[in-house]
């Protein structure tokens, strides 16, 4: 079983920058692929970035060059900086712990990310 808690989101302005993290809890952290997903009001969940076990990353068209995903097996820990917001960027932003064929699935409560002048 894996916990996971999110934190670091909240309003910020336009161009501005965020520090999500997601605290992992349980000893597989390390065999999990971890994600970020966010979903907007009336829109459906997607993926913002994701790094593999190995450490391969993968971001949305949306966010390349300005957000980047990290992560640290000592600590458990994924983060997400997302620098130059903008408020398409406003969403519930969720973190995943996944195996590699899905059979181990895990989210976070989500923390929300406020992009407002």
């Known amino acids: 079983q894996v916990q996971l808690v999110e934190s670091g989101g909240g309003l910020v302005q336009p161009g501005g920058s965020l520090r999500l993290s997601c605290a992992a809890s349980g000893s597989s952290f390390s065999y999990y692929a971890m994600g970020w997903y966010r979903q907007a009001p009336g829109k459906q969940r997607e993926l913002v970035a994701e790094i593999t076990r190995s450490g391969i990353t993968n971001y949305a068209d949306s966010v390349k060059g300005r957000f980047t995903i990290s992560r640290d097996g000592a600590k458990n820990t994924v983060w997400l900086q997302m620098n130059s917001l903008k408020p398409e960027d406003m969403a519930v932003y969720y973190c995943?712990?996944?195996?590699?064929?899905?059979?181990?699935?895990?989210w976070g409560q989500g923390t929300q990310v406020t992009v407002s002048s």
């Open positions: 995943r712990a996944r195996s590699r064929n899905y059979s181990v699935d895990y």
